[in-house]
C-alpha cells in the first residue's frame, strides 16, 4: 500500500527562504523536524521544528529520518539533492512515493549559467571527499570541466596539477557562494595561480589548454608502457590492448585483476568508464605500492589493491562481471574460485607464458571450450648503428564466457 509523503528533501541555495518556492516553504513550516548541515538550518531560519545538524559519520543521520517515518520531515541539502546530493542515497531507504523533492539549481548548472558555457558540452566532475587524481582522465585538449570542490585548497591543487602535467596554460574560474550577497568569481591561469582567501563553498571551472608534450590519457586502450613505472612484471601495450578488447568493459562492471603487477590491465579497466571498478591482488607489497602510484598517476582511483596470495585473497570479495589473471594461473584453485564466483555472462580471460600454464589452459579449453589463440609482436630496436626486429615472448591467451 502506498503511503504519503511524509519526506520531503529540499535544496536551499546562498540566498536562504528567499529563494525557495512557495511549496517548499510551506513544507519547512509544517515540518515537525528538519534536519541538514549547520549553514543549511542557518539559511532556512526561522524554523518552528525540532532541528539536528547532519552526525559524523554522515550514515548516522539516516536512522534517525527514518525513525520520524510518517510524520512531516524535511531534509536540508545544497542546490539539486539528486546531484551529488544526499537525494540519491535516502531514495534508497525510502520509496520514492514517500517523497517529495524541491530542488534549486545545481552548483553546475550556476556556474554554466555565469561562465555562458554549455552544461551538456561540459565534464562534471565532484571532488568533495573524493581523490583529486580522479580528474586526470578528463583533463583532454580544450575540455570544459565543471568541478565541485572539497574546501578552499581545492582550486590550488588543480592548479598544481595541471602544471605538472603540461596544462599550465588553463585558465581556472573559481566561483564562490553562488546566488548569494556574497557571491565571487575570480579567474587565474594554472602556472600562475595566485587566488588566495577562498571560501570553503566554491565550484571551480577549467579550460584546459593542453602543451604539445602535455600527459593526456589518451582514450584508447593500450597506453605507452613507458606510462607504467614496473619491476618487468607489466603486460605490454599490445598485448594489453587485445587483453582490453577480450574483457570487453561495459559501464559500471566489476573487473578482478589476479596477479595484479604493475596494474596495468585494471589501471585501464577503470579508464574505459568513471562507474568501472578493479580489485587488485598481488602478493607482493611492493609490487602493490608501485600498482597504487600508477593508478593514481593515470587517475584510475577505481582500483582497489589487495595484498594477498590467490585464491586465498579471493575470498569474501564480491562478484565480478569479468576476471583476468595475468599471473598465479597455474596456483591451485586460482581459477576454481573465480569461476565460481564470476558472473554468469562474465568474461575471464587468462595470458600464459610459460609452458605449464599453457598446459593448464589446454586442459581448461577442453572443459569449457571459449577462444584460444597465440599473441606475438616485435619491435624495432637498434643494433648498432643499425636497426632490427625484437621478439617479445609470445603470448596464449584464452578467453571464455560463463555460461
Known amino acids: 500500500m502506498t503511503k504519503a509523503p511524509w519526506l520531503t528533501i529540499i535544496g536551499i541555495g546562498e540566498n536562504g527562504r528567499a529563494g525557495l518556492s512557495p511549496a517548499a516553504q510551506d513544507a519547512l513550516d509544517r515540518a515537525e523536524f528538519v534536519i541538514g548541515g549547520a549553514r543549511h538550518l542557518e539559511l532556512a531560519a526561522p524554523l518552528r521544528a525540532d ?3 547532519w552526525p559524523s559519520p ?22 539539486n539533492p539528486f546531484h551529488y546530493g544526499v537525494g540519491a542515497e535516502l ?26 558555457w554549455s552544461l551538456p558540452d561540459c565534464e562534471c566532475v565532484s571532488l568533495h571527499g573524493r581523490a583529486l587524481e580522479r580528474i586526470i582522465p578528463d583533463l583532454q585538449p580544450g575540455a570544459r570541466i565543471l568541478i565541485l570542490s572539497w574546501d578552499g585548497s581545492t582550486p590550488g591543487k588543480l592548479a598544481e596539477l595541471l602544471e605538472a602535467r603540461g596544462m599550465g596554460a588553463s585558465t581556472i574560474s573559481v566561483l564562490e557562494a553562488m546566488g548569494g550577497p556574497r557571491e565571487r568569481i575570480r579567474h587565474a591561469i594554472a602556472d600562475t595561480f ?18 604539445r608534450d602535455a600527459r593526456v590519457v589518451p582514450l584508447t586502450p593500450g597506453l605507452p608502457d613507458s606510462w607504467f613505472e ?58 602493490a605500492e608501485r600498482a597504487r602510484r600508477n593508478a593514481l598517476e593515470l587517475g584510475a582511483t577505481a582500483l582497489d589493491i589487495r595484498i594477498g596470495q590467490a585464491p586465498e585473497a579471493l575470498a569474501d ?15 591451485p584453485g586460482v ?15 587468462v595470458n600464459a607464458v610459460t609452458l605449464e600454464t599453457e598446459t593448464l589452459l589446454g586442459a581448461l579449453y577442453a572443459q569449457h571450450g571459449g577462444a584460444m589463440r597465440r599473441l606475438a609482436f616485435s619491435r624495432l630496436e637498434a643494433v648498432g648503428g643499425m636497426h632490427g626486429w625484437r621478439a617479445a615472448m609470445p603470448v596464449m591467451q584464452w578467453v571464455v564466457v560463463k555460461p
Do not use: M
Open 51 to 53: 532541528t539536528q545538524t
Open 230 to 287: 614496473n619491476d618487468g612484471q607489466l603486460t605490454k601495450a599490445e598485448i594489453r590492448a587485445l587483453t582490453l578488447a577480450a574483457l570487453a568493459p561495459k559501464a559500471g562492471e566489476l573487473l578482478w585483476d589476479i596477479g595484479l603487477g604493475a596494474g596495468s590491465v585494471g589501471i585501464e579497466w577503470c579508464l574505459r568508464h568513471p562507474r568501472n571498478r578493479c580489485i587488485g591482488v598481488e602478493e607482493r607489497p611492493e609490487r
Open 58 to 79: 554522515f550514515a548516522e543521520g539516516y536512522p534517525v529520518i527514518l525513525a520520524r517515518r510518517g510524520q512531516p520531515t524535511c531534509v536540508l541539502a545544497t542546490g
Open 91 to 116: 531514495a534508497r531507504l525510502v520509496p520514492a512515493d514517500e517523497i517529495i523533492c524541491h530542488p534549486q539549481p545545481s552548483a553546475f548548472s550556476l556556474a554554466a549559467a555565469r561562465l555562458g
Open 335 to 349: 581459477f576454481d574460485v573465480a569461476w565460481a564466483a564470476l558472473k554468469p555472462g562474465g568474461r575471464l580471460v
Open 317 to 331: 570479495l564480491p562478484a565480478p562481471d569479468a576476471v583476468f589473471i595475468g599471473g598465479g594461473a597455474s596456483q
Open 194 to 211: 595566485n587566488i588566495a582567501d577562498l571560501d570553503p563553498l566554491n565550484t571551480v571551472a577549467i579550460e584546459v589548454a593542453a602543451s
